[in-house]
C-alpha cells in the first residue's frame, strides 16, 4: 500500500523574518523597497529569502519585477450596499483598463485592529497601491507606517498623514441639503444622522448645524441610524408623530426610502407635510416614490479616479477636487401654508 505524502509547506514571511532577525512588516518593507529599511537590514531580508527559498508569492515577484500589479481595496462590510458595490466596481474598472488586479480586504466592523489586519495583510501581499474606503476617525501608528511605505488614496475615509483623499466636501454635502430646505422655506429641519463613529456621518451632521446656525435656527438633536432602511423606517415613524415637523435631512438615500415609507404609513405625505433630502444620490433615488432629492456622490467615478491618482507615480500630485451637487427632484417642496 502506498502511503500519502504530506506536502511540504511553503517558506512564510515569518519564516524569513525569523532568519533575518526582524519583524514580518520590515520584510514586507524591504521586499517593496521601502526607503525607511537600511541597506543593512534589506541586504540581511534578501540573504533570508534565499536561505528560506521564500520565492512564490505576489512580495517575491514584486522583488524581481519592481511591482506587484496588484491594488489592495479596503472596504467594511456593513453600511451602504450600493455604495459599496459601485466603490468596488470603479476600483476594478480602471484597475483593469491599466492592467492591474485588485485585492479585496473586507473587515466586519469599525475596529482598528481589524483595520491594522486589514492593510498589514494587503501589504503582505505586495500591493502596488491602497484604496481605502473605511470610515474610521482615529488612525493607529501602524496604519500611519504601513500607509506611509505604501502610496495611498482614501474615500472619505480613514485619515493618515501618507494618504491622499478623493472624494466631496462632507460638510458641504450637509449645507447643501440644508440650505435648499431653508430656501424652500423650511424653519422646523430635523436630521436623521449615520452612526457616530463614522466620519461622514459627523462631517454631514456638522454641515447641517452651521447652515441653520447661519439662519439663526437652532439645531434640534439628530435622530441616528445604521445606514439601512430598516433604520430610517424606525426613525421615520418616531418623526411621523411630530407634527411641527416640515423637513428632514436624511444622511444616505437608504435611510431615506425606509423613512418616506414610515411617514407615508403614518399619513404624512411627502413632499406636502413633509419634505425629504438625502445624501448619495444612488441609481435607485430617481426611482422611489416620490423621486428622492439627494446630495450625488459619484462612487464608481471615484473608485475609479483612486486608482488613477494612485498609479500616476507622482506622491505630490492632489486629487482634484469634487464638487458636491445637488439633484432636485419630487420629494421637496415649500412647506404648506399654516
Same mark, same amino acid.
Given at each position: 500500500?502506498?502511503? *500519502?505524502?504530506?506536502?511540504?509547506?511553503?517558506?512564510?514571511?515569518?519564516?524569513?523574518?525569523?532568519? +533575518?532577525?526582524?519583524?514580518?512588516?520590515?520584510?514586507?518593507?524591504?521586499?517593496?523597497?521601502? +526607503?525607511?529599511?537600511?541597506?543593512?537590514?534589506?541586504?540581511?531580508?534578501?540573504?533570508?529569502?534565499?536561505?528560506?527559498?521564500? @520565492? /512564490?508569492?505576489?512580495?517575491?515577484?514584486?522583488?524581481?519585477?519592481?511591482?506587484?500589479?496588484?491594488?489592495?481595496?479596503?472596504?467594511?462590510?456593513?453600511?451602504?450596499?450600493?455604495? $459599496?458595490?459601485?466603490?468596488?466596481?470603479?476600483?476594478?474598472?480602471? %484597475?483593469?483598463?491599466?492592467?492591474?488586479?485588485?485585492?479585496?480586504?473586507?473587515?466586519?466592523?469599525?475596529? %482598528?485592529?481589524?483595520?491594522?489586519?486589514?492593510?498589514?495583510?494587503? +501589504?503582505?501581499?505586495?500591493?502596488?497601491?491602497? =484604496?481605502?474606503?473605511?470610515?474610521?476617525?482615529?488612525?493607529?501608528?501602524?496604519?500611519?507606517?504601513?500607509?506611509? *511605505?505604501?502610496?495611498?488614496?482614501?474615500?472619505?475615509?480613514?485619515?493618515?498623514?501618507?494618504? @491622499?483623499?478623493?472624494?466631496? *466636501?462632507?460638510?458641504?454635502?450637509?449645507?447643501?441639503?440644508?440650505?435648499?430646505?431653508?430656501?424652500?422655506?423650511?424653519? &422646523?429641519?430635523?436630521?436623521?444622522?449615520?452612526?457616530?463613529?463614522?466620519?461622514?456621518?459627523?462631517?454631514? $451632521?456638522?454641515?447641517? &448645524?452651521?447652515?441653520?446656525?447661519?439662519?439663526?435656527?437652532? %439645531?434640534?438633536?439628530?435622530?441616528?441610524?445604521?445606514?439601512?432602511?430598516?433604520?430610517?423606517?424606525?426613525?421615520? &415613524?418616531?418623526?411621523?408623530?411630530?407634527?411641527?415637523?416640515?423637513?428632514?435631512? =436624511?444622511?444616505?438615500?437608504?435611510?431615506? /426610502?425606509?423613512?418616506?415609507?414610515?411617514?407615508?404609513?403614518?399619513?404624512?405625505?411627502?413632499?406636502?407635510?413633509?419634505?425629504?433630502?438625502?445624501?448619495?444620490?444612488?441609481?435607485?433615488?430617481?426611482?422611489?416614490?416620490?423621486?428622492?432629492? +439627494? =446630495?450625488? &456622490?459619484? /462612487? /464608481?467615478?471615484?473608485? %475609479?479616479?483612486?486608482? $488613477?491618482?494612485?498609479?500616476?507615480?507622482?506622491?505630490?500630485?492632489?486629487?482634484?477636487?469634487?464638487?458636491?451637487?445637488?439633484?432636485?427632484?419630487?420629494?421637496?417642496?415649500?412647506?404648506?401654508? $399654516?
Amino acid at each position: 500500500m502506498s502511503e *500519502d505524502v504530506a506536502r511540504p509547506r511553503q517558506p512564510s514571511m515569518a519564516d524569513v523574518a525569523r532568519v +533575518a532577525g526582524v519583524s514580518a512588516q520590515t520584510v514586507s518593507r524591504a521586499l517593496r523597497g521601502s +526607503a525607511h529599511v537600511s541597506p543593512d537590514t534589506s541586504r540581511r531580508v534578501l540573504a533570508a529569502v534565499e536561505q528560506v527559498g521564500y @520565492r /512564490f508569492n505576489s512580495a517575491a515577484r514584486a522583488l524581481s519585477s519592481g511591482r506587484s500589479l496588484t491594488v489592495g481595496l479596503v472596504l467594511l462590510a456593513s453600511g451602504g450596499y450600493y455604495s $459599496r458595490s459601485a466603490v468596488t466596481a470603479g476600483v476594478e474598472s480602471a %484597475a483593469d483598463d491599466a492592467g492591474y488586479a485588485v485585492s479585496i480586504a473586507t473587515i466586519a466592523s469599525l475596529d %482598528a485592529r481589524r483595520m491594522e489586519r486589514a492593510l498589514a495583510r494587503l +501589504a503582505d501581499q505586495g500591493v502596488d497601491g491602497l =484604496v481605502i474606503a473605511v470610515p474610521l476617525i482615529s488612525v493607529t501608528r501602524k496604519m500611519e507606517d504601513i500607509t506611509r *511605505d505604501i502610496p495611498t488614496v482614501t474615500l472619505d475615509g480613514s485619515r493618515t498623514a501618507g494618504a @491622499r483623499v478623493i472624494g466631496i *466636501d462632507q460638510r458641504e454635502a450637509g449645507r447643501i441639503a440644508t440650505q435648499h430646505l431653508l430656501d424652500l422655506g423650511h424653519r &422646523q429641519i430635523w436630521h436623521l444622522s449615520g452612526p457616530d463613529e463614522w466620519l461622514e456621518a459627523r462631517q454631514r $451632521r456638522e454641515g447641517w &448645524q452651521e447652515c441653520l446656525a447661519l439662519a439663526g435656527i437652532e %439645531a434640534l438633536p439628530a435622530l441616528e441610524g445604521d445606514w439601512s432602511p430598516c433604520s430610517g423606517y424606525r426613525q421615520g &415613524q418616531i418623526i411621523a408623530m411630530i407634527p411641527e415637523v416640515t423637513a428632514v435631512f =436624511v444622511a444616505c438615500d437608504e435611510m431615506a /426610502f425606509g423613512l418616506i415609507r414610515a411617514l407615508r404609513e403614518r399619513g404624512r405625505a411627502v413632499p406636502e407635510d413633509v419634505s425629504v433630502v438625502s445624501v448619495d444620490d444612488i441609481a435607485l433615488a430617481a426611482y422611489c416614490t416620490p423621486p428622492l432629492t +439627494a =446630495v450625488r &456622490q459619484d /462612487f /464608481f467615478g471615484h473608485g %475609479a479616479a483612486a486608482v $488613477r491618482l494612485l498609479l500616476q507615480g507622482d506622491a505630490t500630485v492632489e486629487p482634484s477636487a469634487v464638487e458636491a451637487t445637488l439633484s432636485v427632484r419630487a420629494s421637496t417642496a415649500p412647506p404648506r401654508p $399654516r
